[in-house]
């Protein structure tokens, strides 16, 4: 099993470093979505390195937590914390959405050991992931399932659908996670189709609800810890999070959904980010 991380300092540079990984592999690729995925390095970087029960040299492991992406436009985010914590080479983010690769633009499952289903069509990831959790109840088995949804996401009605089976058959063997940076690709969700009061929401569906500093990794890691400690229902934690994050031209900004750097932008981004990793 991998060996869990908790020093607070060594998962902010780990994160700066994911950062730098991203920016590298989307300008290689000259295609992606940067602003989401470097949005959520804080959060991947804690799940990964800290959070869960799993093990790179045995990505089959049967008692491995399953991890669901449910919003498969930022899988580069999840493909650099899984390089960095060994399950293929770093050397290979450079092929991202390269011909042959294995690290497809949305993620292939068959293609890539530790990646349990391919996605890519928003709004299906949770419904997958209650599956998978409703059955370790019924096998009686011990791991626990997690599943990463955006916020524009969860305007999908079948989310709503998986929310209510998993609060009608008490899943507490999950931890679905929410990026809640306030963007989609049509500009602000409150504009687009607004769901504030978010909080309340999940709590009239069923679920018990954190609220956490997508960026603060002390607050990351506590969140999904009391995540583990909830009994009866199943837990969501909405991590608020910012677009782009440390890099100063992405942040906040939808226009970088879909986009990626230039190479001048990526030199910008990189000592951006080395600057900051002096600080940490």
């Not at 293609?111 to 992931?129: F, N």
Request: aromatic share 8%; with cysteine; hydrophobic share 40%.
């Amino acid at each position: 099993m991998f060996k869990k991380v908790t020093d607070v300092r060594e998962l902010r540079l780990m994160a700066n470093t994911v950062r730098q990984d991203l920016i590298r592999m989307l300008c290689e690729a000259k295609s992606g979505h940067a602003g989401g995925t470097l949005g959520l390095a804080d959060v991947f970087t804690v799940l990964y390195f800290n959070a869960l029960n799993h093990d790179p040299k045995n990505p089959s492991w049967e008692q491995r937590d399953r991890f669901i992406l449910s919003n498969g436009h930022v899988a580069p985010v999840r493909y650099a914390v899984m390089a960095e914590t060994g399950y293929f080479p770093k050397e290979e983010l450079m092929t991202l959405r390269k011909l042959g690769t294995r690290l497809q633009g949305h993620p292939h499952a068959p293609a890539l050991p530790g990646m349990e289903t391919s996605s890519g069509s928003l709004g299906q990831g949770l419904s997958i992931a209650v599956g998978i959790a409703w059955a370790a109840k019924y096998d009686k088995k011990d791991f626990r399932t997690y599943c990463s949804v955006g916020d524009g996401e969860v305007q999908e009605g079948q989310i709503w659908e998986a929310a209510m089976s998993a609060a009608q058959y008490k899943l507490d063997n999950i931890t679905c996670f929410l990026d809640r940076n306030y963007l989609q690709i049509d500009g602000n969700t409150e504009k687009v189709m607004a769901l504030d009061p978010l909080k309340a929401r999940w709590e009239a569906f069923g679920w018990h609800v954190i609220e956490a500093d997508g960026h603060d990794v002390a607050a990351i890691v506590k969140a999904f810890d009391d995540a583990k400690k909830i009994k009866g229902k199943p837990t969501i934690v909405l991590f608020r999070t910012t677009m782009g994050k440390c890099v100063s031209f992405i942040e906040d900004c939808a226009a970088w959904h879909g986009r990626v750097p230039n190479k001048d932008e990526e030199a910008k981004a990189l000592a951006e980010l080395e600057a900051q990793r002096k600080g940490i």
